[in-house]
């Protein structure tokens, strides 16, 4: 039983396939990084693996369980969360509440519970409260608790963001380009941070990442999508030195 | 600790004297004020209760519902037919007679209303699976939806409605001690909710709908429960309506009220249950007020003819202002805090 | 059933669906648009049979002016509400801007009520709208013959503005992808100005054939024919103009046939649509015709 698997993934919207044939497996503690040039159908990939795209064709397996077509918060609830490429945090919630939520999913009190603050709820409730306060220290935002989400610093969001993700106690996160945007300073400590965490919370993590050299230093096994086709597969020097692979990247300029 | 400890406490103590002050006020009320001033005390205790759990389902889980005027409606009539007398009944009931059990069913009012509510919520967990497969302004015509065909039925099915001709002779069992006590309770139950990990899981909603879904919030069963939440207290508040002027019809549970209760919770802050307090018992006095210019008035001599519909033309210009120019309203999302209060007086020392 | 009875019905039903495409062109127009439900169509609709009354029966101009007059005013009055109440709200979040839109429909009806009153007034229908004609037992009511075919010369007249003119094209570009457009140097707040005004005098045109009709007008005589032809937009797919034009005549053929023929829902008409808008959305929630652009 292998731990995350996708096979011939495809997803096709009217007449564009966005994703063809997209297959992937990886371990328990993986780092594998997902690039390719814009529009090759990375973002679509990981929206179908959470349950926010149907796909057209294909199957996901995680710990042994077929999820296809499976709604999003029962794929997070079985152990994977993501981040998103634009930002999406709860912005007029505050930072620790943007954390809690992340436990919200594995309350077992009733509303009812909740609204009479029963003694169940309340233990819950504060229980919660420090998980979130302790998650926001090991990540270095317990000074920003109670700021309101919207009004951090750009780097801070990001950081946030995958706290919030870490929150549902995920096997698997799925980071949708957490370095973009940053200077180098910035990026070099997100490529600490995310070294860090894999090893606390034993995540596999697959990322989708421009920034060559974060990918490169950061990841051990890397895909490379080009128009939703996956065109090569291998270790960083084995990516670096294909000819598809610079191809497909020349032919689209930088920055891109 | 143990101060903030004391400090919660005694902000605690502070809610219940308010609570306690506020019912011996309408102690004092019911024996000196006039029927008048009673009236609108009582308006005012309703809508709040609408506009409190109006904005739970629109300003904290973001669901732009139009359709309170149903669980008003469904309300309303359920808790009429069950304090109404068999007698009563029969005699109301003269087009078509009505349908057996509802026929004999007799009721104090305090189960009536609670049973008025469960109709609401079960019409709202009903509505809820359509509903909220649209979302934004599309969710928003569907309750509308809703709202006109839960009227048609009302003015059709005669043996359970009496059709237009409506209920009429209710006992006016609502008074200050019935309408504030839902209302307290009913702000009591929203707050509390929004503020638990309920609410905060409404508001990721609000914020970010897929966000919410990726970090493991049932985002349906969610709007469900602010749904249902909402209904069950505008079914209550329909019942207490419907006691209080002691005669229903389908006619009343028009839109009109909808966009009553719209103009509250946006000028009171879409979002801020304080707000909704405030503009609830404002707009019910406003409305009372505009009154005069609708009614013709007579100065010495000359006869001044009223104006019907100035206070709608009002309430409507007011609701423009407030979406071109303060689209918070009068609160934003912020809430009411004894700390805040305290803060307000002066009185409490910040600490940081 | 017979065979007759059910034309004459059919014929009813084209003639009322007709009305409702009429305006249900506005609401999807402004959507494809700007993405908003203009509320207060309906009651755009009901300024528009006060300003033909007007010219009628207070300043006693020939009705075929004063028809003109007030379609003209109407689309006056569509540019103006857009520039007053909805421009502002442009950027805010859509729910916004819908209640800003609840807020003008309001203003409309109880504006109504303090100018004009809230009695009904008769309303002229001219001598040959007037007319019953029997053709092989059918029995034909001129007025219903008139408003479909009225109705045919005025969506020829929209589709050569969308099809054959500049302006058109650049309405719907802008539908398609108003920030694209921007930067191609179009005037997207006149191509706007221009939905609302076109919108309005189509709902005017609509208005005052359903007034001729019954024939009276009041107040709140916006309401009813403004929800049902939003239904019809939806039904049609908003922003499809070619959409909105089926679902008018969809919703209104089903609505006189199944009064017609099952006389005991008669009392349920006017929930018919909102359960057909239900459906729709609950299993096509792009409607029948789908795709979200005009043209």
């Known amino acids: ?114 609204i009479f603050r029963l003694p169940r709820y309340k233990s819950e409730e504060k229980k919660m409260r420090s998980m979130a306060r302790e998650l926001l220290a090991e990540v270095q935002l317990d000074n920003v608790a109670n700021e309101k989400a919207g009004t951090l610093a750009y780097g801070q969001q990001r950081k946030l963001e995958i706290a919030r993700a870490l929150a549902t106690n995920p096997r698997l996160l799925l980071l949708d380009e957490p370095v973009a945007g940053m200077n180098p300073r910035e990026t070099g400590n997100m490529m600490d941070f995310i070294n860090s965490i894999r090893e606390a919370y034993a995540l596999a993590i697959i990322l989708i990442e421009h920034d060559m050299r974060f990918v490169m230093g950061l990841c051990e096994h890397l895909i490379v999508l080009d128009h939703g086709v996956t065109i090569a597969t291998g270790n960083p020097a084995e990516i670096q030195n294909n000819p598809q692979v610079i191809e497909a990247y020349l032919g689209e300029p930088e920055g891109a | 600790m143990s101060d903030r400890h004391r400090r919660e406490w005694i902000y605690k103590l502070c809610t219940y004297g308010a609570i306690v002050g506020l019912f011996a006020f309408f102690l004092q009320v019911q024996n000196q004020a006039d029927e008048y001033q009673i009236r609108i005390l009582n308006v005012s205790a309703i ?87 649209v979302r934004g302004d599309y969710l928003a015509i569907v309750t509308l939806g809703f709202g006109e065909v839960i009227r048609v039925v009302a003015n059709n099915v005669q043996s359970i409605t009496n059709g237009p001709l409506g209920l009429k002779g209710l006992s006016e069992y609502t008074n200050l001690w019935w309408s504030w006590g839902v209302a307290v309770f009913t702000v009591f139950c929203v707050t509390r909710l929004v ?21 493991g919030i049932n985002v349906f069963r969610h709007k469900m429960l602010a749904f249902v939440v909402h209904a069950f207290f505008a079914g209550m508040a329909g019942g207490l309506m419907a006691h209080l002027i002691t005669t229903i019809s389908p006619t009343l549970f028009s839109f009109f009220l909808t966009f009553n209760l719209l103009v509250i919770i946006v000028i009171g802050g879409l979002g801020s249950m304080t707000g909704s307090i405030i503009a609830a018992i404002i707009i019910t006095y406003a409305g009372e007020w505009l009154r005069v210019v609708e009614e013709p008035m007579a100065i010495g001599p000359y006869n001044i003819p009223g104006i019907p519909g100035m206070r709608m033309v009002v309430f409507s210009i007011m609701l423009i202002l407030v979406m071109i120019f303060a689209r918070q309203g009068l609160m934003g999302r912020r809430e009411f805090s004894w700390e805040w209060f305290c803060g307000f007086l002066k009185i409490g020392k910040r600490r940081g | 059933m017979d065979l007759p009875l059910f034309l004459q019905q059919l014929l009813n039903g084209i003639s009322l669906g007709s009305l409702y495409a009429l305006i249900a062109i506005g609401y999807t127009m402004v959507y494809g648009i700007i993405r908003l439900i203009n509320f207060a169509h309906g009651d755009i609709l009901m300024v528009s049979t006060y300003f033909a009354y007007f010219g009628i029966s207070v300043y006693a101009l020939p009705w075929w002016l004063s028809v003109i007059i007030a379609i003209l005013l109407t689309a006056l009055l569509g540019i103006l509400i857009d520039l007053g109440a909805y421009r502002p709200v442009r950027h805010a979040p859509r729910i916004s801007a819908l209640i800003t839109a609840i807020g003008v429909s309001f203003l409309l009806e109880n504006l109504g009520l303090v100018v004009f009153g809230g009695r009904p007034k ?35 007249l929209v589709f050569l503005l969308l099809y054959r003119t500049r302006v058109g094209a650049a309405m719907r570009a802008v539908a398609k992808d108003m920030e694209m457009v921007q930067l191609m140097g179009i005037d997207v707040n006149r191509v706007i100005s221009l939905a609302f005004a076109v919108g309005s005098a189509l709902a005017a045109a609509g208005g005052i054939m359903w007034a001729m009709k019954y024939p009276q007008i009041n107040p709140l005589m916006g309401i009813i024919p403004g929800l049902k032809a939003f239904v019809a937009a939806v039904i049609g797919g908003i922003g499809n103009i070619h959409g909105a034009v089926l679902g008018g005549l969809l919703l209104g053929i089903t609505e006189i046939l199944l009064v017609a023929f099952l006389p005991s829902l008669a009392g349920y008409r006017d929930a018919f649509a909102f359960v057909l808008l239900i459906l729709i959305l609950l299993f096509r929630p792009t409607g029948l015709a789908g795709k979200d652009t005009i043209g």
């Open chain 2, 195 to 215: 503020k638990s990990s309920f609410g905060r899981a409404m508001q990721a909603i609000r914020e970010d709908e897929v966000a919410a879904a990726a970090m």
């Open chain 3, 122 to 156: 008769a309303f002229y229908r001219p001598d040959f709208l007037d007319k019953t004609y029997e053709l092989g037992g059918v029995h034909v009511f001129s007025l219903s013959i008139w408003v479909p075919l009225v109705t045919a010369f005025l969506l020829a």
């Open chain 1, 1 to 114: 039983m292998s731990f995350f698997k996708v096979e011939h993934l495809t997803m096709k919207f009217g007449g564009l396939v966005a994703v063809s044939d997209f297959s992937l497996t990886a371990k328990e503690g993986d780092l594998i990084g997902l690039i390719g040039p814009n529009g090759a159908g990375k973002t679509t990939a990981f929206n179908m693996i959470t349950g926010r795209l149907l796909p057209t064709e294909g199957k996901i397996y995680f710990r042994g369980k077929d999820i296809t077509g499976t709604q999003s918060h029962i794929i997070n609830a079985g152990g994977i969360a993501r981040t998103f490429q634009n930002i999406r945090l709860f912005n007029d919630l505050t930072v620790l509440e943007n954390a809690m939520i992340g436990y919200h999913g594995r309350l077992r009190s009733s509303f009812w519970e909740a």
């Open chain 2, 47 to 133: 809508f709040v209760t609408l506009a409190v759990s109006y904005n739970l389902i629109n300003g904290v889980a973001g669901q732009f519902s139009l359709g309170p005027n149903a669980f008003m409606a469904v309300g309303a009539y359920t808790t009429a037919l069950l304090t109404l007398s068999p007698a009563e009944k029969e005699l109301s009931f003269i087009i078509e007679p009505i349908i057996w059990p509802l026929s004999v069913l007799h009721l104090p009012f305090l189960p009536s209303l609670l049973i008025g509510g469960a109709f609401a919520a079960l019409l709202g967990f009903i509505m809820a699976f359509p509903v909220f497969r």
